[in-house]
C-alpha cells in the first residue's frame, strides 16, 4: 500500500479535510500521479470507510459524506491533470433521478468516467426521465447512467422504469443503454433489472468499465 493511501485514510477516518487534501498534495509533490492518486489513494478510501458490504459498517453516517465529499472534490480536481491522451472513447448522460438530491456518488462516477476519458453530459440532480431521453437523443449519448439514493427515486416512476418506457416508445432500445447505480442497488443486487436497466454498478471504477462495454455495444 501506499504511504499516501494510509496517511488519507486516517485523515478521512477523523474528517479531517486540510489533513487530506496535505496528504494529497504532499503524493503529487513526490511524484505521484494524478491518475494514481485518483485510483490508488482518493476511490479505495471510500470503499474502505464504508466496510465489507453486508456487514455491519464500523463508520458513522459523518465519516461516510466526508470521505464522499473530499472525494468528489478531489476527483474533479484530478482528471484535469491527467497525463492521459485526451481522446474521446464514447457520450455518456448522467444525472440523479427526480426527487433526489443525493449528488455526490453521481459527482464521484463523472469523475471517473471522464478519467477514462468519456464525455460526460451532466444533468446534475433532480432530473426527469423526459430529459435523460431527450440529452441522449441530442448529444449522442449511446449511454444513460441514473444515480438514485433512495427506494422510491430507485424503484418509483421518476426514475428508471419511465425513462426505460421511453426508450421503448420512441423506439431508442438497443440504440441507447441503460445504467443504474446508488445505495439501494447496493442493498439487492438483482432491483437494476426490476427498473429496467442493463447494468448496476456499486462503485465508479466498475461503473466505468461497466459503462465503456455498453458504448461499444458489448454484452452487458
Ligand atoms: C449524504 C447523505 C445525504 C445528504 C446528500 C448530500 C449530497 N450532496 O449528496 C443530504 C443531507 C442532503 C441527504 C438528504 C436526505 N437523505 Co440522505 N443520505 C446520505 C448518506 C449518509 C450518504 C450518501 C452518499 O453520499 N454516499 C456516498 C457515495 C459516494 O456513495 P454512493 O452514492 O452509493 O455512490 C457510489 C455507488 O453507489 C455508485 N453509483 C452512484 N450513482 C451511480 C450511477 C450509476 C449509473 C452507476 C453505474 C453507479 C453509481 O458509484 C458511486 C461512487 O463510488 C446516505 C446513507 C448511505 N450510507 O448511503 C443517506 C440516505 C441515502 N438518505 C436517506 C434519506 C431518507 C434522506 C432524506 C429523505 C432525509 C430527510 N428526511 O430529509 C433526504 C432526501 C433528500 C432528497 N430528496 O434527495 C436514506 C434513504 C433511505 C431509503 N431507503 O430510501 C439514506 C440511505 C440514509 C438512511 N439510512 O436512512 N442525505
Known amino acids: 500500500m501506499l504511504e499516501a493511501t494510509q496517511d488519507y485514510f486516517e485523515a478521512i477516518h477523523d474528517t479531517d479535510r486540510t489533513g487530506a487534501l496535505r496528504a494529497v498534495d504532499e503524493a503529487l509533490a513526490r511524484g505521484l500521479r494524478p491518475e494514481d492518486v485518483l485510483f490508488q489513494v482518493v476511490l479505495p478510501a471510500i470503499e474502505r470507510i464504508r466496510g465489507p458490504e453486508g456487514q455491519a459498517c464500523a463508520s458513522s453516517l459523518a465519516q461516510q ?8 472534490e478531489l476527483t474533479e480536481r484530478m482528471v ?71 427506494d422510491h427515486t430507485a424503484r418509483g416512476e421518476g426514475g428508471c422504469r419511465a425513462v426505460r418506457r421511453l426508450l421503448q416508445e420512441r423506439g431508442l432500445e438497443g440504440t441507447i443503454r441503460l ?7 447496493r442493498f439487492d443486487p438483482e432491483m437494476y433489472r426490476a427498473v429496467g436497466a442493463d447494468v448496476w454498478a456499486p462503485d465508479g471504477l466498475s461503473a466505468g468499465q461497466l459503462i465503456a462495454r455498453l458504448a461499444r455495444g458489448e454484452a452487458a
Open 80 to 150: 484535469p491533470l491527467f497525463r492521459s491522451a485526451p481522446a474521446v472513447s464514447c457520450r455518456v448522460v448522467m444525472g440523479n433521478s427526480r426527487g433526489d438530491f443525493h449528488g455526490l456518488g453521481r459527482r464521484i462516477v463523472v469523475g471517473c468516467l471522464r478519467a477514462m476519458l468519456m464525455e460526460v453530459v451532466d444533468l446534475g440532480l433532480n432530473v426527469a426521465p423526459e430529459a435523460f431521453v431527450d440529452a441522449a437523443v441530442s448529444s449522442g449519448a449511446r449511454v444513460i447512467g441514473i444515480s438514485s439514493m433512495m
Open 179 to 185: 445504467a443504474v447505480g446508488g445505495a439501494p442497488y
Open 65 to 72: 459524506y466526508m470521505a464522499a465529499v473530499i472525494a468528489a
